[in-house]
């Protein structure tokens, strides 16, 4: 007797198949890493402490995930509720970018099984303990807020208006403290740096420079996830709710840019703009990127009502967040740009983050297809209706 075993025509895609390849070649790095020891993948040394894993999964990663509380906080808080159907897929976008941040950061630290250490021998004048707290705390307020979606893909409704009555509003207002202290807290670690970071980077003003620009890529997030939702699940976009959010990014980038060039002023680094060699190239690739180019585009309306226009705009914000975050976390320390004598990851190091984001997809492609994370305006304004009526009906 043969049995058939029919395999989902979803895990035949050859994108599909890629991510499930990466992933599990990730994943076993991770294993020889907790096995044998970080000396045994990794390429880090005593003058680059901080190397791929945490620019790219810590920083970069809780930087990424900022469209989680920036839309939660425009829906919920400043009560814009046209906005409603960005939230979910940018609170599930915050969520997996939160788990690849506790997920690196256990791969790095090496010992998972201690991570309650930190929450029994507190150190209340560590910065690193506020933001695992808080990364902690939040990743937990994300799944809290995400839940509501599992539970209607389930048809427990009592459990989502449970939710909508109660929850939901305290869930954002605490998700947005919480964002509001790690994503500027995450700066302060560099300010025990003066001597290793270089001064085009290093500044005690860099705590409100992490804030704003983690704001700011936040709905430049909502802008690019959405648009590659759209072409992979061949979506309508939402051109005339993203067009809104592309015009607030030219006001992040522009009181970015005034904050930067202001600090440095004010801290007498201005000749250092065009004298410092190759650090000169790198800073204005990051202004360039993250400020002038989306500024220019998104000054635009035809270019803020092009899909293509959106995208491209939208992608410039985030390279430029991520090159500015491997430059305070990596590049820029130890005073040299990819020397002999510095640092390059390994390729193991390069998997376990790819890993990571190739299972990150997965994810987010499977709760797409099997459950309610795009849902038409006219569905939300039902919803609410019917949410509203029958807390009526239960005061």
């Not at 880090?44 to 906080?73: C, E, H, K, Q, R």
């Not at 930190?118 to 150190?123: A, G, L, P, S």
């Not at 700066?187 to 001064?199: A, C, F, N, R």
């Not at 890529?217 to 309508?236: D, H, L, P």
């Amino acid at each position: 007797m043969k049995i058939k075993i029919r395999v989902p025509d979803w895990m035949l895609s050859p994108g599909v198949m890629t991510l499930v390849v990466l992933t599990l070649l990730g994943g076993i790095a991770a294993i020889v890493r907790f096995i044998h020891g970080i000396g045994a993948i990794s390429n880090l040394n005593d003058a680059y402490p901080w190397g791929f894993w945490i620019s790219f999964d810590i920083y970069t990663g809780v930087a990424l995930g900022a469209g989680a509380f920036t839309m939660a906080a425009v829906v919920y808080i400043f009560d814009i509720k046209k906005y409603t159907p960005l939230v979910r897929p940018s609170v599930l976008t915050g969520f997996l970018g939160y788990a690849m941040v506790a997920v690196g950061l256990l791969v790095d630290l090496g010992r998972p099984e201690n991570i309650w250490h930190m929450i029994v021998y507190q150190n209340h004048h560590s910065f690193l303990f506020e933001i695992g707290i808080c990364v902690m705390t939040y990743l937990t307020v994300l799944l809290f807020e995400f839940l509501p979606v599992i539970f209607e893909g389930l048809h427990f409704d009592n459990v989502v208006h449970f939710f909508h009555k109660w929850l939901t509003l305290p869930l954002v207002i605490l998700g947005v403290v919480l964002s509001t202290l790690h994503q500027s807290s995450l700066g302060s670690l560099t300010i025990i740096e003066p001597e290793k970071l270089h001064p085009l980077w290093w500044t005690p003003f860099i705590p409100v420079l992490f804030f704003v620009s983690a704001v700011t890529v936040g709905f430049a997030m909502v802008i690019f996830e959405s648009e590659m939702s759209a072409r992979a699940f061949n979506r309508s976009i939402e051109i005339h709710l993203l067009k809104d959010v592309a015009s607030w990014i030219p006001y992040g980038s522009g009181l970015y840019l005034l904050l930067r060039f202001g600090q440095l002023a004010y801290e007498g680094k201005l000749g250092l703009l065009f004298t410092s060699g190759n650090y000169t190239i790198v800073f204005w690739a990051e202004i360039i990127l993250f400020g002038i180019i989306p500024i220019i585009m998104f000054a635009q309306k035809k270019m803020r009502e092009s899909p293509d226009g959106l995208l491209y705009g939208s992608l410039s914000v985030v390279l430029g967040l991520v090159l500015n975050r491997f430059d305070v976390s990596w590049i820029m320390l130890g005073g040299r740009i990819f020397t002999t004598s510095g640092y390059v990851p390994s390729l193991p190091e390069v998997s376990i983050s790819v890993g990571m984001v190739a299972a990150s997809l997965l994810v987010f492609r499977y709760i797409a297809l099997h459950f309610p994370l795009f849902v038409e305006e006219e569905d939300y304004h039902d919803q609410h209706v019917a949410y509203r009526e029958a807390s009526q009906a239960g005061d």
